[in-house]
């Protein structure tokens, strides 16, 4: 998997050096195993070997420990008494649950950004949309949800909550769990660019009501798209985001 999440960047060699410096080494490890997460590198079920983390990071043990603990909390991963740490499943309810969480927080952002138009954020869009454009035309998924995730990921943070983008963070990444064995379905791809063409066709606009209403039913569409695709009952419309 090519893609990385929107909030990450590759870093310079220097600031890789400074980070190494200035951030503590559980940390850095818990950044590590969370990427291997989010790849899909330790899959869902699978158990997290503090050894074999350590050995492969070249650290001790107990750094590792810190980090799976610190890595517990974003419901990434669980703790199992005799057995370990494990990649968590995100049922079906859960995962109902989160959509219907990031629709609000999408409506939100959408209403934020509409409310003043920023001629740089929808620059940045057009661009993410002529990705979405291409990798839809070719039937690259990877590529198409790589550009999915920035082109949200750019309207929430432009909204200006450093909360509200904490929260979505740890909600795009559960949900990311739950989406990793179908990540190779474009099923819906091309109602879901329709979708993202009137989004931003809605930021250009200023239509605050319209844009927030887009942004929560484009998210309830692709908790639906994602139900069926993992076999889970429909959700119903009280939680359908």
Known sequence: MSFVMPWNTSPSADSALTQ????????????EILASIL?????PGE?????????????????????LRDLESTGLVESRKH???????????ETAELYELRGMLD?????AVAACPSVALLATLGARLEKMNAAAARKDVTSYYDANLHFHWDIVS?????????????????????????????????????EHHK????????????????????????????????GAPAISSSSSH
């Open 39 to 43: 790849r899909g590198e330790l899959a």
């Open 199 to 230: 989004i931003v066709a809605a930021i250009a606009a200023g239509d605050v009501a319209g844009c927030a209403a887009l942004m929560e039913n484009h998210v309830k569409s692709a908790g639906k798209r994602l139900a069926l695709l993992n």
């Open 83 to 93: 057995s370990g740490v494990f990649v968590r499943h995100v049922s079906s309810q």
């Open 47 to 67: 158990r997290i070997t503090e050894p074999v983390i350590a050995a492969r990071l070249g650290v001790s043990r107990v750094p590792v420990r810190e980090a």
């Open 158 to 194: 432009a909204a200006g909550n450093e909360q509200i983008c904490d929260v979505y963070r740890g909600i795009v990444q559960r949900l990311h769990l739950a989406r990793l064995k179908n990540l190779s379905s474009d099923v819906g791809m091309l109602e879901s660019l329709r």
């Open 20 to 31: 190494i410096r200035d951030v503590p080494l559980a940390h850095v490890i818990r950044e």
């Open 107 to 111: 409506a939100h952002a959408g209403r």
